[in-house]
Nanobody, 122 residues
Framework: QVQLVESGGGLVQAGGSLRLSCVVS????????MGWYRQAPGKQRELVAS???????TYADSVKGRFTISRDNAKKMVYLQMNSLKPEDTAVYYC????????????????WGKGTLVTVSS
């Protein structure tokens, strides 16, 4: 089975930094685009950043210039470095792997982590 586990969330003061990590486990044939999403209370889940396996990156306008997404294919990990955090960044952050092909199934599927909470105080 394929599993994604996030870590690194916590409480931080406005202007501070956090680094989120996500590790993918399981027997995988193909690992493609990975991304970070977030969902604040009462709001829809939104894309924060994504990265292809070759390193092409995209960012939401609200985080561009402050957040940096990266990945380590050998370790099957993706990271989100968050700087200059604002109270508006408070949300549960989710790791997503797009169209993962597991050896056991040979079917491309999306997988989500359970999320890690980031709270930014003013």
């Amino acid at each position: 089975q394929v599993q994604l586990v996030e870590s690194g969330g916590g409480l931080v003061q406005a202007g501070g930094s956090l680094r989120l990590s996500c590790v993918v486990s399981g027997s995988i044939f193909s690992l493609n685009v990975m991304g970070w999403y977030r969902q604040a209370p009462g709001k829809q889940r939104e894309l924060v950043a994504s990265i292809t396996r070759d390193g092409s990156r995209t960012y939401a306008d609200s985080v561009k210039g402050r957040f940096t997404i990266s990945r380590d294919n050998a370790k099957k990990m993706v990271y989100l470095q968050m700087n200059s955090l604002k109270p508006e960044d408070t949300a549960v952050y989710y790791c997503k792997a797009d169209k993962v092909v597991a050896i056991a199934t040979l079917v491309g599927m999306d997988y989500w982590g359970k999320g890690t909470l980031v709270t930014v105080s003013s």
